[in-house]
């Protein structure tokens, strides 16, 4: 096993953001938390990174307590995007690429391939601020995987982009896996998820509803195409 989470809360105060949760992922599996608005995605995801400390149980990789030292061992999309916006993707990349450790030479190899695959070489030299929405996303996706992760953490990766775009997103995430990277990501919608995840998990105010294959999900459910609205 990969990654575990053992009975892990996590509260703010007084409100539970996050109830006593646990799970296993294994090692090159996609794993989906679906669940709403506040339903404790984001919170989870900051605790497997370790920025935010659980307030009980544990978290462990290859049964070993997670902290932020394993950070370079771990790829993140956050919810928010974030990137820079007057630097050229190149910089971006080169910069957060720095900070991970990574060789200038190695970046821009790394990237020229990456915007090759999502068919924009051209946006090698561009400044962030003149990329959609939905491309700028594509770059922060490249900036979570240039420094081949063992664990890569999706938050609503979907959220915002085109059906293309969505598809060629999934794609590059099937053939990550694939090439034996674990990898955990959140959505609002069962449809992102089903297609890609072995293993899911629903979460409602922090508390899990249903965990398993998406065969079993759907057998608790009794249902084929259930959304999770936002509240
Ligand atoms: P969304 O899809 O809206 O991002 P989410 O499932 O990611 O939702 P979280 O962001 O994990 O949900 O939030 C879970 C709950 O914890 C919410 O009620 C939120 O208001 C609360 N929460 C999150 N971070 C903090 C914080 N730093 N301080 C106080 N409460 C917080």
Redesign the pocket.
């Known amino acids: 096993m990969v990654l575990k989470l053992n009975k892990v809360t996590k509260r ?2 007084t ?1 539970t ?2 109830d006593q949760l646990s799970l296993e992922i294994p090692e090159k599996e996609m794993f989906g938390f679906l ?10 995801f900051r605790m497997i990174l370790g920025l935010l400390d659980a307030t009980e149980g544990e978290i462990s990789w290859n049964g070993e307590t997670i902290n932020y030292n394993k950070s370079h061992l771990i790829g993140y999309l956050p ?1 928010e995007r974030g990137l820079y916006p007057k630097l050229t993707v190149k910089e971006q990349l080169i910069y957060l690429g720095k900070l991970r450790g990574m060789h200038k030479n190695d970046v821009l190899t790394g990237l020229k391939a990456w915007l090759d695959r999502f068919q924009v070489p051209e946006y090698l030299n561009k400044k962030v601020e003149e990329l959609s929405k939905g491309n700028q996303q594509k770059i922060q996706f490249i900036s979570a995987v240039l420094h081949e992760p063992k664990l890569l953490i999706l ?2 990766p979907f959220s915002g982009l085109d059906p293309i775009n969505v598809e060629m997103l999934k794609e590059a995430v099937v053939d990550l896996k694939e090439q034996g990277t674990s990898i955990v990501f ?1 959505s ?1 919608r069962m449809e992102h998820v089903e297609e890609l995840c072995e293993q899911l998990c629903i ?1 409602h ?2 508390k899990q509803v249903v965990q398993g294959s998406l065969k079993e999900i759907k057998r608790s459910f009794g249902k084929k195409n259930l959304i999770i609205h ?1 509240e």
Not at 36 to 42: D, F, S, V
């Open positions: 703010f105060g409100h953001a996050v669940g709403g608005n506040g339903a404790g995605k984001t919170t989870t919810e938050d609503e959140s609002h979460l105010k922090g936002a």
